[in-house]
């Protein structure tokens, strides 16, 4: 990580919270269903009941990333499945 001369001073403390992490790059296309994307509709088995809120209101699809899509993985996440983004 390069940092700025302005954040020289606090360079150790900003080196220590350094993570692993992706680039994650989205087109606006039509995709399949279980593709990456963000909004839409997502993936969600009707055998699964979908998350809710407590006046059990669903709750918002953000976004859905297809692991077996990455062009590269991160130690300890899955090399496929999907992760959704809710709020």
Known sequence: MKIPKSLKQTEKKLLATERD?????????EVELTQSKIGGQPYWLKSEVY?????DQPLRFLAQVNFSEMEQTLE????????????
């Not at 992490?21 to 296309?29: A, I, T």
């Not at 998350?51 to 006046?55: L, N, Q, W």
């Not at 300890?76 to 709020?87: E, K």
């Open 21 to 29: 992490s992706l680039l994650v790059r989205f087109h606006n296309e």
């Open 51 to 55: 998350p809710t809120i407590a006046s």
């Open 76 to 87: 300890d996440y899955p090399d496929s499945g999907l992760l959704h983004f809710l709020f």
